[in-house]
């Protein structure tokens, strides 16, 4: 069964920064690309970054493109978002999201995580 | 790149069709056939239910049909039923490692 257990959530004041991590077990981790989704209370789904299996492919939304980094570590099926300069929009709960396919192109998020609140106030 | 748009919302009774739009650019959802669609239940995680336009996932009821015309996406339910009441998000891979969704329609069903 594929499992996606995000954590490293909660409030942060503006400018400062976080790191998300997603867990993620039940499949070839390796095997294919990852993204975070992130959905501002009572709003709609914004793709936030994706990342093929090999880490050569990285894409970012343009609000967040600079500030965010998204990185995976294959040897412990862990995907990971960095997140600096934080902006009161950018208070979401941020999903981990499986791909599926081994790269960006397609973008077809077939599993995902049960999300990470981020609350940013000062 | 600008969220694909989509009408806020769409109803229907028990047993008829609902069909949902959404209309992206040559961009996006006219220049690729990478249009996914997602259903969500309050306070629960998306589901996909359709990919690369009219492709379902296993598990997906057929009442559930994906097409495209140009710049637009749709996604029809047929046969309404109550468990169908939720909101659908498009999404369509937009080159260059980029990817945008939908701003969303909630469907009740009346």
């Known amino acids: 069964e594929v499992q996606l257990v995000e954590s490293g959530g909660g409030l942060e004041q503006p400018g400062r920064s976080l790191r998300l991590s997603c867990a993620a077990s039940?499949?070839?981790?390796?095997?294919?690309?990852m993204h975070w989704v992130r959905q501002a209370p009572g709003k709609g789904l914004e793709w936030v970054s994706g990342i093929s299996w090999n880490s050569v492919y990285i894409g970012y939304g343009d609000s967040v493109r600079g500030r965010f980094t998204i990185s995976r570590d294959n040897a412990k099926s862990s995907l990971y978002l960095q997140i600096n300069s934080l902006r009161t929009e950018d208070m979401a709960l941020y999903y981990c999201v499986k791909d599926k396919r081994q790269s960006i192109v397609g973008a077809t998020f077939d599993f995902w995580g049960q999300g990470t609140l981020v609350t940013v106030s000062a | 790149q600008s969220a694909l748009t989509q009408p806020p919302s769409a109803s229907g009774s028990p047993g008829q069709s609902v069909t949902i739009s959404c209309t992206g650019t040559?961009?996006?959802?006219?220049?690729?056939?990478?249009v996914s669609w997602y259903q969500q239940y309050p306070g629960k995680a998306p589901k996909l239910i359709m990919f690369e336009v009219s492709k379902r996932p296993s598990g997906v009821p057929d009442r559930f049909s994906g097409s495209k015309s140009g710049n637009t996406a749709s996604l029809t339910v047929s046969g309404l039923q109550a468990e169908d009441e939720a909101d659908y998000f498009c999404s369509s891979y937009a080159g260059n490692d980029n990817v945008v969704f939908g701003t969303g329609t909630k469907v009740t069903v009346l």
């Open positions: 039940g499949f070839t981790f390796d095997d294919y690309a």
């Open positions: 040559s961009s996006d959802v006219g220049d690729y056939n990478y």
